[in-house]
């Protein structure tokens, strides 16, 4: 099934578990430079990089995730890599 994690190339796979999970629980997701995620309920919207060059990038993108309503604690067992 195409899942549009599966189309970016360049990114590194934390940051695209990241967006599957997002986009498993309903956001939308807009790639360019940068990655936009925005909330099922039209509220909020988390931007970061779409590369990352360092590791505070990913943590701080959860962390945003996490304040604007992602489930991190999903029971599908891949997400729970990501705490």
């Known amino acids: 099934m195409w899942h549009p994690a599966d189309t970016i190339g360049a990114m590194n796979k ?3 578990r990241l967006i599957r999970l997002a986009t498993d ?3 939308r997701v807009v790639v360019n430079k940068h990655v936009k995620l925005f ?10 990089p779409a590369t990352p060059g360092e590791y505070r990038g990913i943590k701080n ?3 945003a995730l996490r304040r ?3 489930k991190m604690d999903v029971s599908a067992g891949r997400s729970s890599s990501l705490l």
């Not at 909330?39 to 970061?48: L, Q």
Request: net charge positive; glycine share 14%.
């Open 14 to 16: 934390e940051t695209k």
């Open 61 to 63: 993108a959860k962390a």
């Open 39 to 48: 909330s099922p309920n039209g509220k909020d919207m988390v931007v970061m």
């Open 25 to 27: 629980q309903g956001w």
């Open 68 to 70: 604007a309503g992602l």
